[in-house]
């Protein structure tokens, strides 16, 4: 291949020469794929709304394309539009949460033990630190998670599975525990997590296109 360019649309194209080359795992991925977005405890528009938020935090562009163009046909652009955020304030909420840890390293109060629920205490310490900055993301934070065009209790499940994606412990407890309190069950929590696990492995198998386009210069 002799073209400068490493991202197109149609570069996905490739894709199923994935299928040729490892069929029995290709296959057993998109089996997996399937049954994590088929209706459940949570029907199949909050999940790929969930798929859409997500697809912003792994930065797939391809899942981005595939799963915005599946959901339009049942969420109007607002839906997709507040999902996003949602999943803009859970990146934006993990890389803030992570000050506790800096603040322990920073004052030499770390230890072995990397993440404890009592650091997130420390947050205290960066509202006052942060200032108008610190306010200025809560208040972002608040708007994202409010309920509007999608419920409060929709936008718990898709920050839960971003959470998972950030990798964030803090995020994942916080939210796990405001969803508790919304009447999320553990089937929705679980099905929202797989969720988030299909689109973080199906981002990793959608770049094999660009792996084959490389390989083939």
Same mark, same amino acid.
């Given at each position: 291949?002799?073209?400068?360019?490493?991202?197109?649309?149609?570069?996905?194209e490739r894709v199923g020469e994935l299928r040729e080359l490892a069929p029995e795992q290709v296959n057993a991925f998109l089996a997996f794929d399937?049954?994590?977005?088929?209706p459940g405890a949570i029907d199949g528009k909050t999940?790929?709304?969930?798929?859409?938020a997500v697809a912003h935090v792994t930065g797939c562009a391809y899942c981005i394309e595939v799963h915005t163009g599946k959901v339009k046909q049942e969420a109007s652009r607002e839906e997709v539009a507040e999902a996003i955020m949602v999943a803009t304030a859970l990146k934006a909420g993990s890389a803030a949460a992570h000050t506790v840890n800096a603040y322990n390293s920073f004052d030499s109060k770390g230890s072995d033990e990397m993440f404890k629920a009592s650091y997130f205490e420390r947050m205290r310490e960066v509202?006052?630190?942060? &200032? !108008?900055?610190? /306010? #200025?993301?809560m208040q972002f934070d608040r708007a994202a998670m409010k309920g509007g065009a999608i419920g409060a209790k929709e936008k718990e499940l898709i920050a839960i599975a971003v959470a998972h994606v950030t990798g964030c412990p803090y995020c994942i407890h916080v939210h796990t525990m405001a969803a508790k309190e919304k009447?999320?069950?553990? &089937? !929705?929590?679980? /099905? #929202?997590?797989?969720?988030?696990?299909?689109?973080?492995?199906?981002?990793?198998?959608a770049h094999g296109v660009n792996a084959l386009n490389a390989y083939d210069r």
């Open positions: 291949m002799g073209e400068d360019s490493l991202y197109k649309l149609s570069h996905f399937e049954k994590a977005l088929a999940k790929e709304l969930i798929a859409v509202a006052d630190i942060g &200032g !108008e900055a610190f /306010e #200025a993301f009447d999320i069950t553990i &089937g !929705e929590l679980t /099905e #929202a997590v797989m969720v988030a696990t299909a689109l973080k492995a199906g981002s990793a198998m």
